[in-house]
């Protein structure tokens, strides 16, 4: 079966930090772009940062420039989203997503589910005192 799968997220305090991975299943990710997203309730999804199948290439949302790294460890067949200086602002589900037929130093942050060839089932983030 081919899939992803998020993993990582928990119940953080503010100014906490936490690591999310996404696994490929089934298939390698070597040939896909990934990118993080997050929907919080009563939000749309948005795109929170993604890389290239080089690793080259990186992009981030504003909101959380100078504090999420993502990379990724194609020998892993993982991609990973740090979260640092974590802020009650950031709690959501965070889905990654896979893109294939990019170029080795293109990502897309577009949250539409059309735009990507997997998706994963999402892991929760809540940042709370």
């Known amino acids: 079966q081919l899939q992803l799968v998020e993993s990582g997220g928990g119940l953080v305090q503010p100014g906490g930090s936490l690591r999310l991975s996404c696994a490929a299943s089934?298939?390698?990710?070597?040939?896909?772009?990934i990118g993080w997203f997050r929907q919080a309730p009563g939000k749309e999804r948005e795109g929170v940062s993604c890389?290239?199948?080089?690793?080259?290439?990186?992009n981030y949302a504003d909101s959380v420039k100078g504090r999420f790294t993502i990379s990724r460890d194609n020998a892993k067949n993982t991609v990973y989203l740090q979260m640092n200086s974590l802020k009650p602002e950031d709690t959501a589900v965070y889905y990654c997503?896979?893109?294939?037929?990019?170029?080795?130093?293109?990502?897309?942050?577009?949250?539409?589910?059309?735009?990507?060839?997997?998706w994963g089932q999402g892991t929760q983030v809540t940042v709370s005192s």
């Open positions: 890389i290239s199948t080089s690793g080259g290439s990186s």
């Open positions: 089934g298939f390698t990710l070597d040939y896909y772009a």
């Open positions: 997503a896979a893109r294939m037929r990019l170029g080795p130093n293109m990502c897309i942050m577009t949250p539409t589910r059309s735009r990507h060839d997997y």
